[in-house]
């Protein structure tokens, strides 16, 4: 399946976000549970691509064959020494 973003995806994301304030006493019939499961879900598949993610877990993971992508022209050491770094500047 593909996905089309544009910048109508995004206003109306937020639009939807912003009236869920008139639902807010039907969304309180929710349980807890179901919205940390729901929150937890989004969270996960959320890691799925993101760059900083991917770089943490090559520190954990086996690096031979793994996002060569990023490392094809680094030496793993760089890689290795560069993500503590990066981790530590502030936004």
């Not at 995004?10 to 549970?33: A, D």
């Not at 499961?37 to 690096?63: D, K, S, W």
């Not at 022209?73 to 500047?89: A, F, G, I, N």
Request: neutral net charge; hydrophobic residues 45%.
């Amino acid at each position: 399946m593909c996905v089309r973003e544009s910048r109508v995806t995004g206003i109306m994301s937020h639009v939807l976000i912003g009236l869920s304030v008139l639902f807010i006493e039907q969304l309180k019939l929710i349980p807890r549970p179901v919205l940390d499961g729901l929150f937890l879900y989004l969270a996960i598949t959320a890691l799925h691509n993101n760059q900083l993610f991917e770089r943490i877990m090559l520190l954990v993971t086996e690096q031979v064959g793994l996002l060569q992508h990023y490392t094809w022209t680094l030496e793993p050491d760089l890689v290795d020494k560069w993500l503590p770094h990066q981790l530590s500047r502030p936004r």
